[in-house]
């Protein structure tokens, strides 16, 4: 692993990609492709504000992620969420084969959510993305064998649904995109079970990474302590006190330091009005929002995007 100086200077060039760019189908907000790159066709730096489920079927390079290169091979599987920025630099003679699945929070429906349960069963989805970066790429999903035909087969199938948009194709890639997100779940709840130790403390860790990658998902919607213990199968005394206990914060206070940091990340790199900028992250009062702002920030809403944006 070595610095990407060149990228840290860059910051301002970061392309900045939209789900309108890509999702065109109304009804879904989702998309799938496949993409070869090599020396003279690799992506520009960039992020984007929607997920992006990278799995690379052949080939290995380099891959610059917030100002970090990691090397990739063949059978890697990664996220980025929204906001991260990367680009891969390919080597003379190196070529790469992925296939991208573009999509929102919003493509699994809550019900489903509901009857999962926020368990091991979506670890990738939920706290693998929100590792900090050098454990999420250091600590990779690989696919081999079997588990690598399984997923690749998946995608394919995924891809032959979304080009031919034949009847009823919506509802199976809704469930196809859920069952790859529980299938490399389970591959990586296989892959890292040999480090973790069974503990009261290791299943508290556990807990807190999902309620806050749940967070951090789904910061946009109404949420009640009382919905979170259903979800995660809690009672709210549990949920309080674990929660405290690991981060020093409580569950509110940490919905809302997410929030604000994407409203951040909204003023900075758009112009929308700050009303909207405050229902886009989830508070329906945006004098409660600007007020919020203020006190976390320093400034007003307007002020930091006169200075950042």
Known sequence: MMKVEAEKGIVDMVNQLRQSQFMNDKQIPFTINRCFHDQQNTPSVHSHDFIELVYLVSGQTEHLFEGESYRIQAGDVFIINPGEVHTYRTEPGECIEIINCLFTPELIHESLLKELGVSQSMDFYYVHPFLNPRERFHHRLNLVGSASSHVLSLLETMIT??????????????????????????????????????????????????????????FDKKMTIPDLCELFNVSSRQLNRVFKQETNQTVTERIHDIRIDRAKQYLAEGDEKVIHVAHRVGYEDPAFFTQLFRRKVGCSPGQYRDLHG
């Open 161 to 218: 649904e979304w080009e031919h948009h034949r009847p009823g194709y919506l509802t199976i890639i809704k469930l196809q995109m859920l069952q790859l997100l529980i299938l490399l779940s389970r591959c990586y709840t296989d892959s890292t079970s040999k480090e973790k130790k069974s503990s009261r403390t290791a299943n508290h860790t556990i807990l807190v990474r999902r309620i806050t990658g749940f967070l951090e998902r789904h």
